[in-house]
T-cell receptor, first 114, second 116 residues
Framework: AQKVTQAQTEISVVEKEDVTLDCVYE???????LFWYKQPPSGELVFLIR??????QNEISGRYSWNFQKSTSSFNFTITASQVVDSAVYFC???????????FGTGTRLTVIP | DTGVSQNPRHKITKRGQNVTFRCDPI?????LYWYRQTLGQGPEFLTY????????KSRLLSDRFSAERPKGSFSTLEIQRTEQGDSAMYLC??????????????FGPGTRLTVL
């Protein structure tokens, strides 16, 4: 059975601090996809990144970076030099081969204090 | 390119009434998904369409729920005889089938339903 755990319910940081959001997943599939979405107060889920299980290279996009480690079944997300606009709920999600749906974690609410 | 749109954004109804929500996907996307999100939780999958065919339904989709996508473009989600437990955010997403196993889903702003 698939499972996505985001153990951090809420995190608060002061602006310009770095912050890492944790995501641990469980799946029996050898081929799967992992995603991160951002949900600002407006409610719309914004796609951030998609990574397949065969690509363990870390990725950096501006102030965002992702660390995928199959050995620990983790796909962590780091925001460098956080800004107030980063305040949102962040969701990690998993999709298994042949599945048409995303399976989401419970999310981490990030508050960046000015 | 416009994103996924959903109407209405908010709906307040009394228990026992029927409600219908609409989703307009990104124009070239042939896959459409409905999710439900309750407070403090991540979205949960309800159903999925490929063009006009409804190919998958979650067990969360009770017989009071029905979804359609009549011409493979917009979709509607109807809830009959609403219950207070139906209060949630209903999210729609769409994706463009690339022929691969998983497409990236793009979400709309959601319809927040409150059942009194």
């Amino acid at each position: 059975a698939q499972k996505v755990t985001q153990a951090q319910t809420e995190i608060s940081v002061v602006e310009k601090e770095d912050v890492t959001l944790d995501c641990v997943y469980e799946t029996r599939d050898t081929t799967y996809y992992l995603f991160w979405y951002k949900q600002p107060p407006s409610g719309e889920l914004v796609f951030l990144i998609r990574r397949n299980s065969f690509d363990e290279q870390n990725e950096i996009s501006g102030r965002y970076s992702w660390n995928f480690q199959k050995s620990t079944s983790s796909f962590n997300f780091t925001i460098t030099a956080s800004q107030v606009v980063d305040s949102a709920v962040y969701f990690c999600a998993l999709s298994e081969t042949g599945a048409n749906n995303l399976f989401f974690g419970t999310g981490t609410r990030l508050t960046v204090i000015p | 390119d416009t994103g996924v749109s959903q109407n209405p954004r908010h709906k307040i109804t009394k228990r026992g009434q029927n409600v219908t929500f609409r989703c307009d996907p990104i124009s070239e996307h042939n896959r459409l998904y409905w999710y439900r999100q309750t407070l403090g939780q991540g979205p949960e999958f309800l159903t999925y369409f490929q063009n006009e065919a409804q190919l998958e339904k979650s067990r969360l989709l009770s017989d009071r729920f029905s979804a359609e996508r009549p011409k493979g473009s917009f979709s509607t989600l109807e809830i009959q005889r609403t219950e207070q437990g139906d209060s949630a955010m209903y999210l729609c997403a769409s994706s463009e089938s690339s022929g691969g196993p998983t497409d990236t889903q793009y979400f709309g702003p959601g319809t927040r339903l409150t059942v009194l």
